[in-house]
């Protein structure tokens, strides 16, 4: 039998961007029109989920390179009735792309990187551009599909070449503190639609 009769050893087509990856994106939330004034949740930008869960209904396009156009979905957790969690990794997920699009140190305490991490609603992350690491989680149905969990800010050797910064004259890189956490090495040319497992 040839291959074109026997479909056994055909690769699946996943069509995932491989865990880890760099990536600038481009966030659009998705009006779900639930405010509360209270939390400082006007616009229309907030989503109320059937279980009481508030989030915002994030859709991230890849803004240039290899994966451009490529759109990822991703809730922001805002709040949730079983507990502070999921509400506090929302608010660490916003800081990061603050930090991201902004150009500012995690560790950065001055006065101007504080005033940066702050926003006037929810309105002003519609359109924030950042450096994402796409990751890979499940949908509903228990079937792979790419997730943001997290931004990459300045501290990170590849920012400066994703943000487009490098080329600016001028720039330079901030200096790395002595102690380096270990950076994973991402594979040398990723395949398109191949999972990560098999780069």
Known sequence: ?????????????????????LAKVRLTIRPGGFDDASQGWTGGYATRGSTGAVYLNGE??????????????TLIG??????PDWANMGRSMIRGMLNSARGISDKDQ????????????????DGIEFLARIDVGTDATGDDK?????????????????MGLAAQPGYHPPAQPAAQQPVQQQPASPVPGRPSWAQ
């Open 146 to 162: 790419n997730e943001i969990r997290s931004a990459v800010t300045l501290d990170h050797r590849d920012y400066a070449q994703h």
């Open 110 to 125: 001055s006065p101007q990187a504080q005033a940066a991490r702050r926003i006037n609603g929810l309105g002003d992350l």
């Open 60 to 73: 991230f396009t890849v803004t240039e390179g290899q994966y451009a156009r490529r759109k990822i979905f």
């Open 1 to 21: 039998m040839g291959s074109w009769n026997d479909f056994n050893d055909a690769q699946s087509n996943t069509n995932l961007i491989p865990k880890g990856t």
């Open 78 to 83: 805002l709040y949730s009735p079983k507990g």
